[in-house]
């Protein structure tokens, strides 16, 4: 019995250190003295200095501490080949040391040399194999931050270049210089510059505004990009890029000296309305739906989502019954007025009509309940409601249900700020 016990005890020990063979046991080796004594040392072992920029209340920060630099190989790879340094941006030193390293994010990651200056850096939090390819960028001498700045302060102006440096501002956090820059590039290509592929990325992810010559000429000549890049890759840049500028709208809050920009807006539907743009219409309906939601003109507002009903011109957007519920419901909020109240109802009621996922079935019902309610029809409303509980139940069991989470503060974790 005692040797079947023995057998036992040692196939399990066996079990646990086979399970323990592939734990993660190593981290980071950050040096914790003062920064003359890091950069001595990494003179004395010939080595670049790896800078972790943090704060004590910045979550990434943590998360980069717990899950990344944790992992074997990002300790393995560190460990050997750098001298590296963690240092509170707020606390001892660190106050003094942040304005020559230019800090404006947490966290920022620095790479500096034995003499002192910043060679590369990279701002934000990413997975292990993500960030140390960010990283080796910095043992190029010709990739890093500072080798591509000083390229271009030479007057280097190609395409695979420009791509390689925004890129790098873009991951420095350095976003006004990275949108000067691009702007300044894509103006002053030749027009037929701009269709060749080795400037594509350029556009693809630095070219943001609508309103330039440059994506005017984009979207008039759409059908030869797409022959150089795809139809895929060309509408979906024309719309994102219009997209995001009517969210931009969208989302404005007046004050610090900022004032809507009208004239930009009307300019922007005009854009679309003279475009031949196969999903303009759709974009129209969205901004002209958000400006009139801004402006409180529900007549205006209500003749906008009728139209994009009537004549379906949502029918490629991914968003087209949210859209038409949160529009039911804001009228539901917005207007007492029995004839709008209707109109709304007609969208609310398409919304929970084509829906067929509960989870979101079911807050298109409530609307619709809330809106029959409204409008003097109790039973309708009641019954509907019913028809918006049962689906609830049924996205619960199917374990699809959406839960909204009130904006609270977890654990003390703020959000990184720029300064």
């Known amino acids: 019995m005692k040797k079947v016990l023995i057998v036992m005890a040692m196939a399990v020990m066996a079990i646990c250190l086979s399970g323990n063979a592939d734990a993660q046991n190593r981290s980071v080796e950050f040096e914790h003295s003062s920064w003359k004594k890091v950069l001595k040392k990494a003179k004395k072992e010939n080595k670049l200095i790896f800078v972790d920029c943090y704060t004590s209340w910045c979550g990434p920060c943590r998360m980069m501490a717990k899950d990344v630099f944790t992992q074997d190989h990002v300790a393995d790879y560190f460990n050997s080949n750098f001298v590296n340094f963690k240092i509170d941006m707020e606390k001892g030193e660190g106050p003094d040391l942040k304005p020559g390293w230019k800090i404006n994010a947490y966290p920022t990651f620095l790479v500096i040399n034995t003499k002192g200056e910043v060679i590369h850096r990279v701002v934000g939090a990413y997975g292990a194999d993500e960030f140390i390819g960010y990283i080796k960028e910095a043992q190029s001498e010709d990739k890093n931050f500072a080798a591509l700045n000083k390229a271009y302060d030479a007057g280097q102006r190609d395409g695979e270049f420009m791509f390689s440096h925004l890129r790098s501002l873009r991951l420095a956090n350095l976003e006004k210089e990275?949108?000067?820059?691009?702007?300044?590039?894509?103006?002053?290509?030749?027009?037929?510059?701009?269709?060749?592929?080795?400037?594509?990325?350029?556009?693809?992810?630095?070219?943001?505004?609508?309103?330039?010559?440059?994506?005017?000429?984009?979207?008039?000549?759409?059908?030869?990009?797409?022959?150089?890049?795809?139809?895929?890759?060309?509408?979906?840049?024309?719309?994102?890029?219009?997209?995001?500028?009517?969210?931009?709208?969208?989302?404005?809050?007046?004050?610090?000296?900022?004032?809507?920009?009208?004239?930009?807006?009307?300019?922007?539907?005009?854009?679309?309305?003279?475009?031949n743009f196969s999903r303009a219409s759709e974009l129209i309906a969205i901004a002209l739906k958000n400006e009139y939601s801004r402006l409180n003109d529900w007549n205006m507002y209500a003749y906008v989502v009728d139209a994009a009903l009537d004549l379906a011109v949502l029918k490629q957007y991914d968003s087209e019954l949210r859209y038409f519920d949160s529009a039911a419901s804001m009228i539901a909020k917005a207007s007492k007025d029995k004839e709008m109240l209707q109109r709304a109802l007609r969208w609310a009621s398409y919304a929970a009509e084509k829906e067929t996922r509960s989870e979101h079935k079911s807050g298109y019902l409530a609307t619709k309940a809330k809106l029959l309610e409204l409008v003097g029809k109790a039973d309708e409303a009641k019954s509907t409601m019913m028809a918006s509980e049962k689906e609830d139940k049924a996205a619960e069991a199917a374990g699809t249900k959406i839960i909204s989470v009130p904006m609270m503060k977890l654990g003390g974790m703020k959000p990184a700020k720029k300064k």
């Open 178 to 275: 990275e949108a000067r820059k691009a702007k300044k590039y894509i103006a002053e290509l030749k027009k037929e510059d701009l269709l060749k592929k080795e400037n594509w990325n350029i556009i693809k992810y630095f070219m943001k505004d609508p309103a330039t010559d440059e994506f005017r000429f984009m979207v008039k000549n759409r059908d030869q990009f797409a022959e150089v890049v795809g139809e895929d890759e060309i509408d979906s840049k024309i719309y994102n890029t219009y997209s995001k500028q009517i969210e931009a709208y969208s989302y404005f809050y007046p004050g610090k000296g900022r004032t809507y920009d009208k004239e930009g807006f009307d300019a922007l539907i005009k854009d679309l309305q003279n475009s």
